[in-house]
């Protein structure tokens, strides 16, 4: 089975532009996350969907907006890009939310996006 | 507010030699936690699980006990190889959200 795809794998934009980054998680699950990493560090939380609504959000501007289609593939979008937001963003799958067995978190290969 | 604290790196050894990173969390209700290992230029691979309170996620040669009473998940493995050089991630999740908080990562690399 494929595992979580993502595309573009890179992309570069100048600041002040808008970009879409795509998402499609395992064959079967409901929920897709999304993170940044910025280099050298952890993973920080944005968004996370399940069955197609919004059930978590981190500490992001509202630049970063998100959403899940009935196919339960998703969406980042992130407007007015700043220098500060190229980072490596990454989305994760899970089944589904309710309970430690199912909460495990598949990580696709990430987009790596430059804002010049 | 949840937070996970990781032993700095980067950390170098030997090939063979013993390996321990060590971990630290703060959450609230009854998180599980997850080792995760990213190689470069790559995304974040799921290493090994624990849900509760004295289980032991192993993968790969790789072990970690989720320790309650002292709120650590320390990884530990027995004689590592060049091939796991890697940056390694204890993370949580906790809540309805289920959503995780990441340590800040340890670079290690083992050397020939």
């Known amino acids: 089975d494929a595992g979580v795809t993502q595309s573009p794998t890179h992309l570069i934009k100048t600041r002040g532009q808008h970009v879409t980054l795509r998402c499609s998680p395992i064959?079967?699950?409901?929920?897709v996350s999304w993170y940044q990493q910025v280099l050298g560090q952890g993973p920080q939380f944005i968004f996370q969907?399940?069955?197609?609504?919004?059930?978590g959000r981190g500490n992001f501007p509202d630049r970063f907006s998100a959403r899940q289609f009935p196919n339960y593939s998703s969406e980042l979008n992130v407007n007015a890009l700043l220098l500060g937001d190229s980072a490596l963003y990454l989305c994760?799958?899970?089944?589904?939310?309710?309970?430690?067995?199912?909460?495990?978190?598949?990580f696709g290969p990430g987009t790596r996006l430059t804002v010049l | 507010g949840n937070s996970v604290t990781q032993m700095e790196g980067p950390v170098t050894l030997s090939e063979e030699a013993f390996l321990t990173i060590n971990c630290t969390y703060t959450a609230t209700g009854y998180p599980s936690l997850f080792w995760y290992v990213q190689y470069p230029g790559e995304g974040l691979q799921l290493l090994l699980k624990?849900?509760?309170?004295?289980d032991k996620g192993s993968n790969k040669g790789f072990e970690a006990t989720y320790r309650k009473e002292t709120t650590s998940f320390h990884l530990e493995k027995g004689s590592v190889q060049v091939s796991d050089s890697a940056v390694y991630f204890c993370?949580?999740?906790?809540?309805?959200?289920?959503?995780?908080?990441f340590g800040s990562g340890t670079q290690l690399t083992v050397l020939p």
């Open positions: 969907y399940y069955e197609k609504e919004e059930r």
């Open positions: 064959s079967g699950h409901k929920s």
């Open positions: 993370a949580l999740a906790s809540g309805s959200a289920r959503q995780l908080t």
């Open positions: 624990a849900t509760k309170a004295d």
């Open positions: 994760a799958s899970s089944l589904a939310l309710s309970k430690p067995s199912t909460d495990t978190q598949y």
